[in-house]
């Protein structure tokens, strides 16, 4: 039975969760409904009957649908787009790829949403902010941790996009998945320091003397070894990380070796991406 998810009046919002629990969707994906007289849709969810019933129930209370706004574009988030526009026909689907009415970026507007590029989970996932609310899909989640794909680059980008969401002033969060947020910026600063401490732990490791992939995400993941995130073997080919490290790291770690057991150039970059998935 789908769950309707509260928020304080003052967002004038609504989620629905959908029965579709996993180790990724956790309890299951929500659906958020925002405003009235129409109401705008983010993230219709995924095609289960009862799940469609209760997101057309609760947006025919407020008035009908002007929008449908897609955070990205995993099928538990917007696989149910079809059935929605079956029942509310011709209602513009909007998101940042995929087959969309309206394209959007960062900063773009779609009714009361404004699209905060969150890259990270998908390269192109979007959060959105409705007044003090932030809609931010798999970016943030009510619960754990997110899966960040191992582009290169994504950890960075996803830490900046952080603290962007964290410099606005936000009243709560509606994730794609778990509770809502009412403390946003103790949850967004949750989700930073726990990026930056491993990133910590990565430096301890290069001044300790490790280089491959392996030993270095095994020292910065030690509680899940052979389950290390795809996406630090990103950052670790990143200059700025790779500065801080060489200041500190190279330098001493081969001072005492002989000249010839020194590590190449070559042998101190990692080796290879780690493809393993958290
Ligand atoms: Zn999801």
């Known amino acids: 039975?789908?769950?309707?998810?509260?928020?304080?009046?003052?967002?004038?919002?609504?989620?629905?969760?959908?029965?579709?629990?996993?180790?990724?969707?956790?309890?299951?994906?929500?659906?958020?409904?925002?405003?009235?007289?129409?109401?705008?849709?983010?993230?219709?969810?995924?095609?289960?009957?009862?799940?469609?019933?209760a997101v057309t129930a609760e947006i025919d209370?407020?008035?009908?649908?002007?929008?449908?706004?897609?955070?990205?574009?995993?099928?538990?988030?917007?696989?149910?787009?079809?059935?929605?526009?079956?029942?509310?026909?011709?209602?513009?689907?909007?998101?940042?790829?995929?087959?969309?009415?309206?394209?959007?970026?960062?900063?773009?507007?779609?009714?009361?949403?404004?699209?905060?590029?969150?890259?990270?989970?998908?390269?192109?996932?979007?959060?959105?902010?409705?007044?003090?609310?932030?809609?931010?899909?798999?970016?943030?989640?009510?619960?754990g941790s997110v899966f960040i794909a191992p582009d290169p680059g994504a950890l960075s980008s996803y830490l900046a996009a952080l603290e962007r969401l964290r410099r606005r002033d936000l009243g709560a969060l509606a994730p794609g998945h778990g509770p809502v947020v009412l403390d946003p910026a103790a949850k967004l600063s949750q989700y930073i320091a726990h990026r930056l401490d491993r990133e910590r732990h990565l430096l301890v490791a290069l001044d300790a003397g490790l280089r491959t992939v392996d030993e270095l995400l095994d020292a910065a993941w030690p509680v899940a070894p052979g389950r290390r995130p795809a996406c630090l073997a990103g950052r670790l080919a990143k200059p700025g990380l790779r500065r801080r490290s060489a200041a500190r790291a190279w330098p001493r770690a081969t001072a005492r070796l002989p000249a010839r057991a020194r590590p190449s150039a070559a042998s101190r970059r990692p080796r290879r991406r780690c493809r393993r998935s958290p």
């Open 1 to 53: 039975m789908d769950r309707l998810i509260a928020l304080p009046a003052e967002f004038d919002a609504i989620g629905v969760r959908a029965e579709n629990p996993g180790p990724f969707s956790l309890t299951g994906t929500n659906s958020w409904i925002v405003g009235r007289d129409p109401a705008w849709l983010v993230d219709p969810g995924p095609a289960l009957e009862a799940h469609l019933v």
């Open 61 to 143: 209370s407020r008035g009908g649908l002007a929008g449908i706004a897609l955070t990205h574009d995993h099928h538990d988030h917007n696989e149910s787009v079809p059935q929605i526009l079956e029942r509310f026909p011709g209602t513009p689907v909007a998101g940042a790829r995929g087959p969309v009415d309206i394209r959007l970026a960062e900063g773009d507007r779609f009714g009361p949403l404004e699209a905060i590029a969150t890259p990270g989970h998908a390269p192109d996932h979007l959060a959105y902010i409705s007044g003090r609310l932030a809609l931010t899909g798999d970016a943030v989640l009510g619960e």
